[in-house]
């Protein structure tokens, strides 16, 4: 779950006392200038840290809890905004560098004049590579004018690689190394925010008139209706490109989070290049276990064979394990306690399984000489079983890669809108770029953002007049679909395929319309037209062949065969899909259709689905104690799809005894649900969990999330 406000502690916070100082977001019915002045005549001890009326109207307010109380009952306040954490999402193996791409492609434009934004954990301004390239910015951390990355304790160098990424200039180049950087500070130590920060960074990014915005961070709300989402959207129809990443969830469906499901933002999943990974093998076994090295670890470079031992979650005190290989479970401790008690005891390496299904992005607090790296649960209880029970020794080897789709980067669809997301995407692993001090390599979405926002920057170069859906057309009309083994990557795990810089650059036909989206069946007998908008932006005549999809049972195709764009013109056809649903499968269905002119080919993702029931209903469940004397709590989540009812119950965690229900609705809507609470059972202090149980027609389903309550 990510944490709110007063639910802080699940990254090790509590909630604020009466007389502690908090900020919070509220948004306003009035205007923003005589509410503020309304706030500093009335109650003074309250700080106005920041002032919204781009992306929305509102402010951040700092002060005590209880100066907040008198705030909250303002009749204009309309909303007083929950604080998700967003986080920074990478990992970090072998490095590749961006000046690759740039030999790939013979690039006559280097950004020159275009104004990057990028929203993160600041930037290492004094870096020699991104000095140069440094022009301003904001911090809303801490809300002032100095947005240097974390330094000391939680110390922070994501947004340095980032920004490397997009335009350093120096020992290395950037995809754009002479674009202007701008640098907004949203998340502070750890690589950890909140949506008061994002939210900011948004609305300051947007009033400096960057043209392309960058957002390497993200959360698990698999929904368009989440504020972010929203801020995101109304930022590009202001005239600023954003580029977000995907997210670090993959390899399953339905896992793209907000503000990558932002339906207007070009979301970005990642790529792998040519290669190399390190594998662990077992002798007389054919299996070989991949590992994710974490961010802030040295290389996993081993050269020979050597034991391994278990330690369980970490808890106890290690044995001797001089010259091992320490194997842990996730959870209980973190990340870097379970790697300084390997350490202390000797260890040559450690290896962190995850406690649930799939691989995870994990990182380090303090770089140790010895590497730590993650595998999934399936691989961490074989190397337990086969490796730690049967006394064997674990080799390292390394193959090669070939291009792909990282098995970490985020799938759509994006539940509600059921749209294509990614959009495209981009090299994300194995990544060189610039930190705080030198240079490393990185993994993640993260990492494959700033390609596309480079990119951004030359087409803004070469086209200074082009607005965000014409750069986003012009991107996904060109990216080269990516073959898998035995077939093509889904649009769901790639989008419109890998980019293309020069193709993107100088497109000769945009498909303007985008993805063709048909929506979820409902009727027996499903029929939708959708338009196909296309432009010659060539000087000569365009004939486009258009190829009919794979012939189904139950599903009936109809688009021209052949389209004729004279130079110059812009045309509007359509394609129409009949389905019978009773023939049609359960679950997602998709693919491309496919348009060939002169011997080029471009892609066009099309995806439907029926009766899927494999993603969550629900998502980003928050409770929030409010700043008032009633003691009310607000709660928030997003909903998947209309339901029978949805309850909440609340359980002891540790114990779990039952406390009451919560909540319950009758009916509720797809899309974002929230409402208040007033109940005197919120005098209970301590962790909780709460169970969200949701009624539908197929049956009961209930997802749990850690709460907590303060006195």
């Keep these: ?129 991104l000095a140069g390239a440094y022009r301003g910015g904001f911090d809303t951390v801490d809300f002032d004018e100095d947005p240097m990355e974390t330094q000391g304790e939680g110390e922070t160098m994501h947004g340095t690689h980032v920004a490397g990424v997009i335009a350093a200039n120096g020992k290395m180049k950037g995809i754009a190394p002479e674009a202007e950087l701008y640098a907004y500070r949203a998340l502070g130590p750890g690589g950890v925010g909140s949506s008061v920060q994002v939210i900011a960074a948004i609305e300051e ?64 999943g990642a790529s792998s290049m040519e290669g190399e990974v390190p594998l662990l093998t077992i002798p007389g076994e054919r299996k070989r276990v991949p590992v994710t090295v974490l961010l802030g670890s040295i290389p996993w470079e081993f050269d020979k064979k050597y034991p391994i031992m278990m330690a369980g979650k970490g808890l106890d005190k290690l044995g001797n394990a001089r010259g091992k290989i320490v194997l842990f479970e996730r959870g209980e401790i973190s990340f870097t306690e379970k790697a300084i008690k390997a350490y202390q005891a000797g260890a040559t390496g450690v290896i962190i399984y995850n406690n649930e299904e799939g691989i995870f992005q994990g990182a380090l607090e303090k770089k140790l000489p010895i590497p730590v790296a993650s595998v999934s649960r399936e691989d961490g209880e074989w190397l337990k079983s086969e490796a730690v029970d049967a ?24 539940t509600t809108s059921w749209e294509v997301k990614p959009d495209l995407v981009a090299p994300g692993v194995n990544i060189f770029s610039t930190v705080p001090g030198g240079y490393q390599p990185l993994q993640g979405t993260s990492m494959a953002a700033p390609h596309v926002a480079g990119v951004v920057a030359l087409m803004l170069e070469a086209h200074p007049d082009w607005t965000p859906e014409k750069v986003k057309a012009s991107l996904l009309s060109s990216a080269d679909v990516m073959p898998a083994q035995n077939h093509m990557y889904f649009p769901t795990e790639q989008g419109s395929g890998l980019v293309d810089i020069s193709e993107s650059i100088n497109p000769e036909l945009l498909i303007e319309s985008g993805a063709l989206e048909f929506g979820r ?159 005197s059972s919120f005098d209970m202090e301590g962790p909780y969990i709460a169970v969200v149980n949701v009624t539908t027609s197929n049956g009961k389903e209930s997802y749990t999330f850690p709460v907590h309550f303060s006195e």
């Design 1 to 129: 779950m990510m944490c709110v406000l007063v639910l802080l502690l699940c990254s090790g916070f509590r909630s604020p006392e009466l007389k502690e100082e908090v900020t919070i977001i509220v948004e306003i019915e009035e205007s923003v200038d005589d509410f503020v002045d309304h706030v500093e005549a009335r109650i003074p001890r309250l700080e106005v840290v920041a002032r919204y009326d781009t992306i929305f109207k509102g402010a951040a307010i700092k002060g005590t809890v209880g100066e907040l109380e008198k705030l909250a009952r303002l009749d204009t306040v309309v909303q007083q905004y929950p604080v998700e954490t967003y986080r920074t999402m990478t990992s970090e193996i072998p490095s590749f560098s961006t000046d690759m791409l740039r030999q790939r492609y013979d690039l006559p434009f280097t950004g020159k004049g275009v104004k990057v934004g990028v929203i993160d954990t600041g930037i290492d301004y004094t870096h020699p590579d």
């Design 205 to 268: 990014a947007v009033e400096d008139g960057m043209d392309v915005i960058n957002l390497s961070l993200g959360n698990d709300v698999n929904g368009p209706d989440w504020p972010t989402s929203h801020a995101v959207n109304k930022a590009i129809e202001l005239g600023t490109t954003v580029v977000v990443a995907a997210g670090n969830s993959g390899p399953g469906p339905w896992t793209v989070g907000s503000p990558a499901t932002s339906t207007n933002a070009i979301t970005v």
């Design 391 to 414: 006394q064997q020794w674990v080799n390292t080897i390394r193959e090669s890669t070939d291009e792909g789709i990282a098995p970490f980067s985020s799938r759509g669809p994006v």
């Design 521 to 679: 069946l409902h009727d027996e007998f499903f029929r939708k037209q959708l338009p196909i908008r296309l432009k010659n932006t060539t000087k000569e005549q365009l004939e486009i062949h258009v190829e009919r999809p794979a012939i189904e049972r139950g599903v009936s195709w109809r688009l021209p065969s052949t389209i004729s764009l004279a130079p110059g013109e812009t045309k509007e056809e359509h394609v129409e899909l009949q389905l019978s649903k009773a023939f049609i499968k359960d679950g997602v269905h998709q693919g491309y259709v496919k348009l060939e002119s002169g011997g080029q080919i471009y892609h066009l993702p099309y995806l439907y689905l029926k009766e899927d029931t494999s993603y969550e209903k629900v998502t980003g469940f928050e409770l929030n104690q409010n700043p008032d004397r009633d003691k009310s709590v607000s709660y928030r989540f997003h909903l998947t799809e209309k339901v029978e009812k949805v309850t909440v119950d609340l359980y002891r965690a540790g114990t779990m005894l039952f406390q009451g229900q919560l909540i319950e609705i009758d009916q509720p809507e797809s899309g974002l649900v929230e409402g208040k609470i007033t109940k």
